[in-house]
């Protein structure tokens, strides 16, 4: 069986069902998951067709982070080709309450169009950074690998891949006076500390929503994908 991706929730399936675990590569020390790991592109769908192919697999399970949209359709349609059962394990998404002022908006140029602050905390990811390249705000960037340019011209940059805790989060807002959070709603309990500081504070949240997913079974729980292995005969 092959696994998608390096998230918490592919690592804990990885623990408990002999898998092969496939990364993209992004990340230069990663957190590696039990038994085989493979690293890198397999070329397209193409590729990942002779790939599956070449490795006998039986079953593949998608456990990427919700914005890895292409390695999400491209498994989608190399699994359909060739008729192999295929899961995407995606945990919840972040839960709003009430009083939370968050903003949805449906991409990271949308979010970087309407930053209704001046000091922003962003925590998209390098890969999204460009997208505000051209603002004027200052941001406080988080990522767990430097950025590539272009950046926007008043910018920290914080190298960390948690976990964060309320109160830590609660001392970065305070310490750099943030006025506005960017997240995008990749949800889980390693990020969520953010959210819960700027309920607390007050801080406007502009939040982007999850691409769509192909129509194929998704559960939110790494159980729920072992119950499905089982019944997919894998
Ligand atoms: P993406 O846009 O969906 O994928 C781009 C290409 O990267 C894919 O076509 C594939 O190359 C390769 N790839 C992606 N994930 C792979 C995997 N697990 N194993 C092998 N190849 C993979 O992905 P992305 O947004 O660049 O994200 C890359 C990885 O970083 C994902 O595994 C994702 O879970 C993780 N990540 C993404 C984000 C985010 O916000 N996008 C955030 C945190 C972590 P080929 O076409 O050559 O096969």
């Given at each position: 069986m ?13 623990a408990?069902?002999p898998?092969i ?13 039990d ?26 399970v ?18 359909s ?24 908006v ?5 979010a ?13 990811g ?17 990522m ?9 011209q ?34 889980g ?22 691409p769509?997913?192909?129509d194929?079974?998704?559960v ?8 499905w ?6």
């Amino acid at each position: 069986m092959l696994v998608l991706g390096g998230t918490g929730e592919a690592r804990r399936l990885a623990a408990l069902v002999p898998v092969i675990s496939s990364l993209a590569g992004r990340v230069s020390d990663p957190r590696l998951p039990d038994g085989d790991v493979r690293v890198g592109g397999f070329g397209g769908v193409d590729g990942l067709v002779t790939w599956l192919r070449d490795n006998d697999i039986s079953a593949v399970v998608d456990a990427t982070h919700p914005f890895a949209r292409k390695i999400t359709a491209n498994a989608f349609e190399a699994t359909s080709r060739l008729g192999l059962p295929f899961l995407i394990l995606r945990r919840p998404g972040f839960v709003q309450e009430p009083g939370d002022d968050w903003r949805w908006v449906s991409s990271v140029a949308e979010a970087a169009a309407s930053l209704p602050g001046e000091r922003v905390f962003l925590t998209t990811g390098r890969q999204d950074i460009s997208a505000f390249a051209s603002c004027s705000q200052w941001f406080l960037a988080r990522m767990v690998e430097p950025p590539a340019s272009p950046l926007p011209q008043r910018i920290q940059v914080l190298l960390d891949r948690g976990p964060f805790t309320v109160d830590g989060e609660l001392a970065l807002l305070r310490e750099h006076r943030i006025d506005v959070l960017v997240t995008k709603d990749s949800g889980g309990e390693m990020t969520s500390a953010k959210l819960v500081a700027a309920r607390r504070l007050g801080v406007p949240v502009v939040i982007v929503r999850r691409p769509p997913l192909p129509d194929a079974p998704v559960v939110a729980t790494v159980e729920e994908a072992v119950s499905w292995l089982g019944t997919a005969g894998a």
